[in-house]
């Protein structure tokens, strides 16, 4: 492909993509194929020689658009939202032909785990400064990180690659942590020997958009010499709306903090951004000098992430601020907890069903009246009908429905429309025999 090809395809594909997202709500959110489906489809081995270009295109609505779940369609109201926006996808054409490799930023999972290994790093240094005789194994078997029973998976994970203990903490009705609940369990664990050392708090967790107190949890993580870690993932991006926040009194008390703009800034997947307190605390634990990668400006931060290389995803944030403005961010954050208020009025006007916690922001975590079974049975039916996408979380030991204003095309009409689907398979539902 010369230089003449890629601009007649590039404005191919721009319309590919317009058309696309234009009608994407016309498709059926959630694919009905099993794993596997690929195989019958496609060659068991690449071409010898090279494919027309149009062939291939056909190829993508053959075979690949049918097992895609459509993510970005109004009628997807499952996880969190996977931001996207024009001006991002033209940063993104921009980022892969400029192809530099940078070297920091990484996603939330990546922020959490550097966080706990610098902290683990501050806190063996510190504990064998004042007891030399103590070997750095045997501080290690010794740290115990914590964090919210509500938090993401990938907060567990991290501990289990850092190799530190990690104990879950229990919630309050608001499913949010508070500080005499974290006090506790940091008392009997010091008074078994243990050295406390990483709290991971959570603003906007993933079952139900939760907020940690951090006003109470930062001090005392500060008096104890606990590093405090704020995982705001989703509900990050809503604090550039004086209305939230609120949410974030307390961050003075952190020693690191990251959310994701590609969840609800308009920027398209992915894109990360961290804050660390002290540069030199994550610096310090990861630093490595080889010759070929040393320069004067080396502490710009490729010591904050796993890989040394990344894609240029600040430019996506780039194009997207000053095309958008933070009037237009606000305003895309504001419509969809508007959608979302809306569609727990709905559920609040019909005695079927129940709200299950707080809606603060974009998420509402609703349920039938009644078992879980019957909970389950609901979603399966909504999952097999292809028309919406919803997943499912526990709270309080109870199977909860979780209805997320995801895509940045969706509507009024879009909540409208899924909750007629869902009374309607609710109705079904509800007239068989066993219910």
């Known amino acids: 492909m010369d230089a003449a090809e890629f601009r007649r395809r590039g404005r191919e594909m721009v319309d590919f993509v ?9 498709r059926p959110v959630y694919p009905d194929l099993e794993p596997g489906y690929l195989r019958s489809l496609i060659p068991t081995e690449a071409p010898l020689e090279p494919e027309n270009y149009e062939d291939i295109i056909k190829d993508v609505e053959r075979v690949i658009m049918p097992g895609v779940t459509h993510w970005h369609s109004p009628y997807f109201f499952a996880y969190f939202p996977a931001a996207s926006s024009y001006p991002a996808m033209l940063a993104d054409m921009l980022c892969g032909a400029i192809g530099c490799i940078g070297f920091s930023w990484g996603t ?41 029973e509500q938090a993401h998976s990938s907060v567990e994970r991290a501990a289990l690659i850092g190799g530190v203990m990690m104990r879950k903490v229990p919630t309050d009705n608001s499913y949010a942590v508070r500080g005499d609940m974290l006090k506790k369990i940091v008392e009997e664990d010091k008074a078994a020997g243990l050295i406390p050392f990483y709290f991971c708090a959570t603003l906007g967790t993933t079952p139900s958009c939760a907020f940690d107190h951090i006003t109470e949890l930062g001090p005392l993580c500060n008096e104890e010499n606990m590093w405090m870690h704020i995982d705001a993932a989703y509900a990050g991006s809503a604090f550039i709306c004086p209305e939230f926040r609120p949410l974030l009194n307390g961050v003075e008390f952190a020693d690191s903090f ?13 894109c990360s951004a961290m804050w660390v307190k002290k540069r030199a605390d994550i610096i310090g634990a990861f630093k490595m000098e080889p010759l070929y990668l040393k320069h004067e400006n080396q502490e710009s931060g490729r010591h904050w992430q796993i890989p040394l290389g990344r894609r240029f995803r600040s430019l996506k944030m780039w194009f997207v601020f000053r095309l958008y403005g933070l009037k237009g961010l606000q305003a895309h954050i504001r419509k969809q907890v508007d959608l979302a208020k809306e569609f727990e009025s709905l559920v609040r006007a019909d005695k079927r069903f129940e709200i299950c916690a707080e809606v603060i922001m974009g998420l509402v975590c609703f349920r039938l009246k009644g078992s879980n079974e019957l909970n389950q049975n609901l979603l399966k039916r909504i999952t097999e009908s292809r028309e919406i996408h919803l997943v499912p979380c526990q709270l309080s030991g109870r199977f909860v429905l979780r209805f997320a204003i995801c895509a940045r095309s969706t509507e009024s009409r879009h909540i409208q429309q899924a ?9 079904e539902l509800l007239q068989e025999p066993n219910h």
């Not at 317009?18 to 016309?26: C, K, P, T």
């Not at 966080?115 to 005789?133: Q, T």
């Not at 990251?258 to 992915?270: A, G, I, R, S, T």
């Not at 909750?419 to 109705?427: A, C």
């Open 18 to 26: 317009a058309d696309y997202l234009e009608n994407i709500e016309q």
């Open 108 to 148: 939330a999972s990546e922020a959490t785990l550097m966080s706990l290994l610098a902290a683990r790093c501050k806190a063996i240094r510190r504990v064998h400064a004042s007891i030399p005789e103590n070997s750095e194994a045997d501080i290690l078997s010794k740290l115990v990180a914590y964090t919210s």
């Open 258 to 270: 990251n959310f994701n703009p590609h969840k609800w800034l308009l920027v398209n997947f992915d």
């Open 419 to 427: 909750w007629r689907h869902i009374t309607q398979l609710t109705f």
